[in-house]
């Protein structure tokens, strides 16, 4: 907890204004029994009003000062946990952004979200509760019980009795609390992950009929979630009677020898009144622990799932930094190259060795698997060659720092990714000091110009969530226009136009030919392959063929298979 808590250090001096009003009400809270004891003993005992109009005006004044630091202190403990929540939650979703590809997969976008919002919640409540009446349930516990004894010794003995058996139901309730919670924790990741799940393929659901399915899903691992909070609440909720019983057996004792000594003149009655006003006191106290402890098992339980994001290692460390490296001319080659992923054995890519020039067209044909979007991934620096070689431009990726490196090179992803935003907003990801005559160029380029402007609101147009309301050719379109907006060096194209008709993919290919950037298509389509000046042929994560579209008609059996299919079906005549 100790790292997540570390986010509070901004806070120093509310939180210290809080405590200190917190012990300023604590305070109060522990005199009123003693000013009680001596109203009794010497005001009503002796029929003297003036001590009692007295004391009971300070108790009076007392009391005011208490309600007053506690509205105080409420307003300080919310700043603070508040202000924590806000820098923790930032923290996290800029570790998550830091996260080399590798990281990221080691947690469901479930997991995340769950820490991104529950989890926070719950340690900015406990951060307000520490504040409020956390630290001061144990002070006043401690504080009523050293009272007691300097009100009188000897029956103050009864109320620490049951202690020490109280600290240690206390400490394994609370480290089993941790253990339950954790749980109840990864089951509601799991219950984000199928809503999550669920409203993604909402359209594939509703034309499969599989809502009946999706709901029945859905009810099993809410279920489970409900089982495991009832289990732990309910093991949680033997705290209470337990502290009870223990207490109210203390309270007894206090009233059955304090009525004995009074009676033999060795105590006071304002005194017995005094020691079981702090006995009643901490009778309340520890009713509240069942509460903390319940809130504290669950802090600890999230700070710890919070804890393992934060604390992860493998961050693009580079991201933000920039060097005096020059342009990227966009020269490419891999120098065999290997790649598995962490923790797997078996690599995705074995021995990949090819050359493209500066201005280059690469058409990367291959079955699905067969390893075509891991090694684009590799040039950006997602992901790290396990071993081999890959330069741009002379220069081995590993020297170029993040920023340089991709400030240069325009992503067009398999899947279109568009955001909530307008058009506009959209395109300019790519580039956001680009001006609105270069964007419109891209769209043009791109062949999505036309599109837009047939929209009521043109380049104003509201993208919905994930471009719900585009077609998937203007979706694929658009991303192509948001890469070519970075004026790129190296233009990575993954299966980017399998939504486009011929017509408008042969126009795309016309108008990117001036293009002065490499470029890296991954296609399914030989009519693309042969525009492309070479071809690498993928089978298995290994390089089965490299060259012009006549080299591999002539040399790879594989291609020539590919390309006998497609012309069977299109009718088509490859040469």
Do not use: C
Request: glycine share 6%.
């Amino acid at each position: 907890m100790k790292t997540v808590f570390s986010y509070a250090k901004s806070y120093k001096w509310p939180i210290i204004i809080a405590l200190f009003l917190m012990f300023v009400e604590l305070t109060v809270e522990l005199i009123q029994p003693l000013l009680i004891a001596k109203i009794i003993d010497e005001g009503i005992v002796t029929r003297d009003a003036q001590v009692v109009w007295t004391w009971g005006s300070v108790m009076m004044g007392l009391a005011f000062i208490a309600f007053i630091s506690g509205v105080i202190n409420s307003f300080f403990a919310a700043h603070a946990a508040l202000g924590f929540a806000y820098d923790l939650r930032k923290a996290l979703f800029q570790q998550v952004q830091a996260f080399s590809m590798a990281t990221f997969l080691r947690f469901p976008a479930s997991g995340l979200i769950t820490r991104l919002t529950s989890d926070v919640s719950i340690v900015q409540t406990v951060l307000f509760m520490g504040l409020r009446i956390m630290m001061r349930a144990p002070l006043l516990v401690i504080g009523s019980l050293v009272m007691a004894f300097v009100v009188n010794a000897k029956l103050a003995v009864f109320l620490i009795i049951g202690a020490p058996f109280l600290a240690f139901f206390l400490y394994f309730m609370t480290k089993k609390g941790v253990s339950y919670f954790s749980r109840v924790q990864k089951r509601l990741d799991t219950v984000n992950r199928v809503i999550q799940e669920s409203l993604q393929a909402i359209r594939l659901i509703k034309a499969y009929l599989r809502g009946s399915y999706e709901a029945s899903r859905f009810s099993t691992v809410s279920k489970a979630l409900r089982t495991d909070t009832v289990l732990a609440m309910r093991r949680m909720e033997l705290i209470l009677p337990i502290l009870l019983l223990v207490m109210n057996g203390s309270l007894m004792a206090v009233l059955w020898f304090g009525a004995v000594e009074v009676q033999s003149g060795r105590a006071q009655v304002g005194e017995l009144v005094a020691i079981v006003n702090y006995a009643m006191r901490m009778t309340g106290a520890f009713s509240m622990f069942s509460f903390l402890i319940v809130a504290f098992s669950r802090a600890k339980a999230s700070a710890e799932r919070m804890e393992e994001v934060l604390l992860a290692k493998e961050l693009e460390q580079d991201y933000v930094e920039s060097s005096s490296m020059k342009r990227l001319d966009g020269d490419l080659r891999f120098e065999h190259v290997y790649f598995n992923y962490p923790g797997k054995p078996t690599p995705i890519l074995e021995d990949i060795s090819f050359h493209i020039a500066a201005g280059e067209k690469l058409a990367i044909m291959g079955a699905t698997g067969s390893g075509k979007s891991t090694l684009l991934n590799l040039i950006p620096r997602m992901f790290e060659a396990t071993s081999g070689r890959i330069t741009v431009s002379g220069v081995d990726v590993n020297e170029w720092t993040l920023k340089d490196l991709r400030e240069m090179i325009g992503f067009v992803p398999q899947q279109s990714i568009l955001f909530t935003g307008s058009i506009l907003d959209n395109l300019s990801w790519g580039d956001v000091e680009a001006r609105v005559d270069e964007l419109e160029e891209a769209a043009k380029k791109a062949q999505i110009h036309s599109s837009i402007e047939a929209f009521p609101s043109q380049y104003e147009t509201r993208v919905g969530q994930k471009g719900v309301n585009l077609s998937g050719g203007q979706k694929q379109r658009l991303s192509i226009a948001r890469a070519l907006v970075r004026k790129p060096s190296i233009l990575i194209l993954d299966d980017s136009t399998s939504a486009l008709d011929v017509k408008t993919e042969s126009a795309l290919w016309d108008a990117l030919r001036g293009e002065e950037a490499t470029m890296l298509v991954v296609t399914q389509k030989i009519r693309t392959a042969q525009g492309a000046d070479r071809i690498l042929l993928l089978d298995d994560g290994k390089v089965v063929g490299y060259g012009t579209h006549d080299e591999l008609m002539k040399q790879s059996p594989l291609y020539q298979q590919i390309a006998k299919s497609q012309m069977e079906e299109g009718g088509e005549r490859v040469v």
